[in-house]
């Protein structure tokens, strides 16, 4: 069966410093690949989206970015956080153009 | 732009209750549509899902019915119990979109006992 993994789980970063969020799915193979935030109490924003290796797709203007460096693996990072960052950050997997996403556990991020 | 709007929370319930909520859509072309539930401190699980008109989505006495002429997606639960308290997602999603998800904003449901 597959299944998806986030780490950390959780983590405090003070203003200005790196971001290095991960994801990986076990069980599958060429998954399509979504990185979502939840801001406190709203709902979720797809931030980017990968159909493959190296093919990142970004939804929304910001300082953050992905990488895929692997079929499996999905990477949000960012060079230097902001208040803003501050979230709820969810991976999620679909099989190849299949419609029906499958959530990890989610990444709480609170920047100081 | 593709959306959809749910009716905002959070609903206060006893056991055993009747829960409604609404979901409605905005979208160009026949979306398939989704009920997510997130529960305290966790990540999303699929709830329920109906890829076409009139398709009753089912699951854990969850219902929810795609109705295309009024373009909604109400979910509903005959008794709740304690443990449906969560915060619910209505999505949609388009083949020509690449299967992006667009959710609504999220119903949280509290169930007293």
């Known amino acids: 069966s597959q299944t998806i993994h986030q780490w950390p789980a959780t983590l405090v970063q003070p203003v200005g410093s790196p971001l290095s969020l991960e994801c990986t799915v076990e069980g599958t193979s060429n998954p399509n690949l979504y990185w979502y935030r939840q801001a406190a109490g709203r709902g979720l924003q797809l931030l980017f989206y990968?159909?493959?290796?190296?093919?990142i797709s970004s939804e929304v203007p910001q300082n953050l970015s992905a990488s895929r460096p692997q079929d499996r693996q999905f990477i949000l990072s960012s060079k230097k956080l902001l208040l803003s960052d501050s979230g709820f950050y969810l991976c999620?997997?679909?099989?190849?153009?299949?419609?029906?996403?499958?959530f990890g556990p989610g990444t709480r991020l609170l920047v100081l | 732009g593709d959306s959809v709007t749910q009716m905002e929370g959070p609903v206060t319930l006893s056991e055993e209750a009747f829960l409604t909520i609404n979901c409605t859509y905005t979208?160009?072309?026949?979306?398939?549509l989704f009920w997510y539930v997130q529960y305290p401190g966790e990540g999303l699980q699929l709830l329920l899902k109906?890829?076409?008109?009139?398709d009753k989505g089912s699951n854990k006495g969850f219902e929810a019915t795609y109705r295309k002429e009024t373009t909604s997606f109400h979910l509903e639960k005959g008794s709740v119990q304690v443990s449906d308290s969560a915060v619910y997602f209505c999505a949609l999603s388009l083949k020509a979109a690449g299967n992006k998800l667009t959710f609504g904003g999220g119903t949280r449901v509290l169930v007293k006992p």
């Open positions: 979208a160009t072309g026949y979306p398939s």
């Open positions: 109906a890829t076409k008109a009139d």
């Open positions: 999620a997997w679909s099989p190849p153009s299949r419609e029906t996403q499958y």
């Open positions: 990968s159909v493959g290796i190296g093919q």
